[in-house]
């Protein structure tokens, strides 16, 4: 049963403005998560491993990138109003565009998953980065699989199109 939350999620494929967006919602006051695929491989990193060997176990990589999430939404209230850079459903996109067999821990947390809204941001120009390995096709087909996914699972999801980054701070702030 999904208990009723605070929780706005920001979403969308790689490189369309999340964490840009989260940061301006930050410093405008508002309680925020971090995006946990950036922060696991930066855990990863720092015993010496590359990017491509963090990633080379996509099961590993993705059951790790859930722990984090579950760990995180665990920790809120949800009496708090916070903004999520991804959530729980992001996993179950990724998991889908990996192929990988949707595991008893990730339909746990789905059941469990619950959010007020769900802000997905249509993608940006690719910027590549040490984190950020997809090219424009897997860019494209995150960005459907994560639409699909959220509209699935019955939650509210408002589009945002490409706007300056305080412009889609503004709409979303709008439409809560």
Do not use: C
């Amino acid at each position: 049963m999904r208990a009723n939350t605070q929780w706005y999620v920001v979403t969308g494929g790689p490189s369309s403005g999340k964490t840009t967006t989260v940061n301006i919602l930050k410093e405008r006051g508002y309680k925020t998560t971090i995006e946990h695929a950036r922060h696991y491989i930066d855990t990863k990193r720092v015993t010496g491993k590359t990017t491509d060997e963090i990633r080379a176990n996509q099961v590993a990589f993705q059951q790790g990138v859930l722990d984090m999430q579950i760990r995180e939404e665990k920790a809120l209230s949800r009496d708090e109003v916070v903004f999520l850079d991804r959530a729980v459903p992001d996993a179950l996109a990724y998991y889908r565009f990996q192929s990988l067999p949707e595991d008893e821990k990730l339909q746990n947390a789905l059941r469990s998953a619950s959010y007020k809204k769900v802000f997905i941001l249509d993608p940006l120009p690719l910027a590549p980065d040490y984190a950020r390995t997809e090219d424009e096709t897997a860019q494209k087909r995150l960005h459907e699989l994560l639409t699909e996914v959220y509209e699935s699972l019955g939650f509210p999801v408002v589009h945002v199109s490409v706007l300056p980054p305080k412009e889609r701070v503004d709409f979303i702030l709008k439409n809560l």
